[in-house]
């Protein structure tokens, strides 16, 4: 059994940067990869991005190319989401997930493949 437990949403104004942390207890850190998903408003669950077990290797939605960088510590069990050029479409509850699967590029995307889930936090863009 994995926890998961984000931090570092708030209010931010667009253009600006945030950087989420998601800390996990219960399991072996460095054994698996980390995603992270976002939900708006009335809609459906995103795949923002995902990093290796290692670290060496990170994926992203295009949507976030290039302005959101995913990066971990499995000496303090954490993973990062650094946020910069934010938008309000960027508006969200942020979740970070564990996955245990290989990174598998057809089904990285696909929130069914990940095996614990957080239980979110809120990030705001003011426009």
């Known amino acids: 059994q994995v926890q998961l437990v984000e931090s570092g949403g708030k209010l931010v104004q667009a253009g600006g940067s945030l950087r989420l942390s998601c800390a996990a207890s219960?399991?072996?850190?460095?054994?698996?990869?980390m995603g992270w998903f976002r939900q708006a408003p009335g809609k459906e669950r995103e795949f923002v991005g995902v990093?290796?077990?290692?670290?060496?290797?990170?994926y992203y939605a295009d949507s976030v190319k290039g302005r959101f960088t995913i990066s971990r510590d499995n000496a303090k069990n954490t993973v990062y989401l650094q946020m910069n050029s934010l938008k309000p479409e960027d508006t969200a509850v942020y979740y970070c997930?564990?996955?245990?699967?290989?990174?598998?590029?057809?089904?990285?995307?696909?929130?069914?493949?990940?095996?614990?889930w957080g239980q979110g936090t809120q990030v705001t863009v003011s426009s």
């Open positions: 990093i290796s077990w290692s670290g060496v290797t990170a």
């Open positions: 219960g399991g072996t850190f460095s054994n698996y990869a």
């Open positions: 997930a564990v996955r245990f699967a290989a990174l598998v590029i057809p089904t990285i995307s696909r929130g069914d493949s990940y095996d614990y």
